[in-house]
């Protein structure tokens, strides 16, 4: 079988591969589609997300949906034929963080396409990959695999609104109109948020944060962001300099949420001090754990619309001409990957 591969910085190669065994407790899922994500994109250019490095040809991919191919003799809910949502995450379900509800920050978790381990855990950019049967949320017919799979993004954004707390009536600042961003601005509005202000370097995202309900879009390299006073600051541009924005336009006693993922080192100054003085709180978010089969069923109630996003799927055998697509911004949002 046919699989997208990461050897290193600007090294992406679809390579043969066998077919992974199914084991008892496990499924095969088809690819239906594959969404390109920010650290599939970072492992492209980079060779690396944050501290962590590819040092091993890795398959990448892990916002995906599919169909079931084949199943373990354990599996007892999932049949053959069945299509499914698939949560890239496999917590060990047995160390402290998971037996306290927080299976996110899981010490011993299994990621679809992440180098933060070694041996890599490869990915689902393949035209076969197997999962575990907890780890598949079946999805009616009518939920395309492309919508399907942008069901792991939609997590991570309903995980960062969690954390910054109840948004009924807030002002909300999100730095950022990537996907994430552009998906927060929908989960700050079902949250209840009043107001969403969202700060981006181009005009072509800011666009799309207009359709997904921004009520005042900024760009930060033409004009200044004149507002103060926000009560939550959501960060998902992965920037020292929009992280420093956030701190200095939330209200004393406010909060900023981490959501993007920083460089590992900077040189760039960041105002820390304010966080004193104003006593701000900066909280962290990362992935998510039951949010997923929330976002699922967000999804299948047709309550968002994602098509704005939805740039282009890509045959998974030209999947650079895919990533340089994605790295595009002004031209792409999501671009999936199909078979």
């Known amino acids: 079988m046919r699989a997208c591969v990461i050897h290193g910085p600007l090294d992406l190669r679809v390579e043969e591969r066998s077919i992974p065994e199914v084991q008892k407790s496990q499924v095969a899922v088809r690819l239906g589609a594959g969404g390109i994500c920010g650290s599939d994109l970072h492992y492209f250019h980079d060779g690396r997300v944050g501290s962590f490095e590819v040092r091993q040809p890795m398959v990448l991919g892990h916002e995906v949906a599919g169909t079931v191919v084949a199943v373990g003799d354990g599996v007892t809910e999932l049949q053959v034929g069945a299509r499914v949502a698939v949560n890239p995450a496999r917590p060990c379900l047995a160390c402290r963080e998971c037996l306290s509800g927080r299976a996110n ?79 927060t601005i929908l989960c700050a509005r079902l949250a209840g948020a009043f107001e969403v202000t969202v700060t981006d370097q181009l005009d072509e995202p800011l666009s799309k944060a207009q359709l997904f309900g921004a009520s005042n879009v900024v760009n930060i390299i033409r004009e200044r962001l004149m507002e103060d006073g926000f009560d939550v600051a959501i960060e998902a541009a992965g920037a020292i300099a929009a992280l420093t924005t956030c701190l200095l336009h939330v209200r004393p006693g406010g909060r900023v949420v981490q959501l993007g993922s920083l460089p590992a080192a900077t040189t760039e100054p960041l105002r820390l001090p304010i966080l004193v003085t104003r006593e701000i709180e900066l909280v962290g978010s990362f992935r998510f754990y039951e949010e997923y089969r929330m976002a699922v069923a967000l999804l299948e109630s047709q309550r968002i619309d994602l098509s704005p996003i939805l740039t282009a799927e890509v045959p998974l055998e030209h999947s650079r001409d895919a990533f340089e697509l994605a790295s595009d911004r002004r031209r792409a949002i999501k671009v999936s990957l199909v078979p």
């Open 105 to 183: 920050l899981c010490t011993d978790v299994r990621f679809y396409g992440s180098a933060a381990r070694f041996p890599h855990v490869d990915g689902a950019f393949s035209e076969i990959f197997v999962a575990e049967e907890s780890q598949c949320v079946p999805i009616s017919d009518q939920l395309r695999f492309s919508v399907a799979a942008c069901a792991e993004p939609l997590a991570v954004s309903l995980h960062a609104v969690r954390r910054a707390g109840n948004l009924v009536g807030k002002r909300v600042l999100i730095t950022g109109a990537g996907p994430i961003g552009l998906l």
